[in-house]
């Protein structure tokens, strides 16, 4: 089966980067991360990738204080020049311009740690749990020109619980993010993913509601 070139973007410690090199190394993901690009010069993102022989290189975001485009042309020459097919925001923590989305449109995703559209942002799982609201839970969604609010492929529900501080369900919710990230990329890969509107639908085969519950 054709693999799927992905190029990944980072800022930090790249848990969700990790999770998805181990699918790919373990034959579970029909992809191939041919460049991670951080805007973070010491994100731990990036050693994962070399540990992993993965291209990845630090585009400064400093040199592009308010050229938000520009940075984003350079991360369309990166990501060509490798022949990326599909983006993926593993915890990137910048806002991404219409260049980007207009050179992949409908192909970038995200993982966003609230079940969206609930809590956008930043922050969020303390936002869920001063707002008192009892499941939380994480999100992959096609990423279009607003903040967090792009087509829904595929959620997993958390339970919040009365002794959880920000840590513990940061925690919880990062565990299903490892997993759903991953099957988001899947059905990509597998051309499985039908945008209709705001829907996203998987064709051929189970709903994401099937898999989920075969899967947990
Ligand atoms: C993850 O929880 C991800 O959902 C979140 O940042 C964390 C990155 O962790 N992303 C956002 O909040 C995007 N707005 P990681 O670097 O260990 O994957």
Do not use: W
Request: aromatic share 6%; net charge neutral; hydrophobic share 40%.
């Amino acid at each position: 089966m054709h693999k799927v070139k992905l190029g990944v973007l980072v800022s930090g410690r790249g848990s969700n980067l990790q999770a998805i090199i181990d699918n790919i190394e373990k034959g579970l993901l029909p992809a191939e991360i041919v460049i991670v690009i951080s805007d973070q010069p010491d994100a731990y993102s990036l050693e994962r990738a070399r540990k992993h022989n993965i291209p990845a290189i630090h585009i400064s975001e400093k040199e592009y204080r308010g050229k938000r485009d520009d940075y984003d042309a350079v991360l369309v020459t990166e990501f060509q020049k490798k022949n990326v097919e599909l983006v993926c925001l593993a915890g990137f923590m910048r806002i991404i311009t219409p260049t980007l989305i207009k050179a992949y449109p409908n192909r970038i995703l995200n993982i966003h740690p609230a079940l969206l559209p609930a809590f956008p942002g930043l922050h969020v799982q303390k936002a869920a749990l001063d707002h008192g609201v009892k499941f939380s839970g994480c999100t992959v969604h096609f990423v279009d020109e607003g903040m967090d609010t792009g087509p829904i492929i595929i959620q997993a529900v958390v339970p919040i619980l009365d002794n959880d501080t920000v840590d513990s369900l940061s925690e919880r919710i990062l565990r299903q993010e490892h997993k759903i990230y991953s099957r988001a990329i899947k059905l990509y890969a597998e051309g499985r993913l039908k945008t209709d509107g705001r829907r996203v639908l998987v064709i051929g085969g189970k709903t994401i509601a099937d898999e989920f519950l075969l899967n947990p």
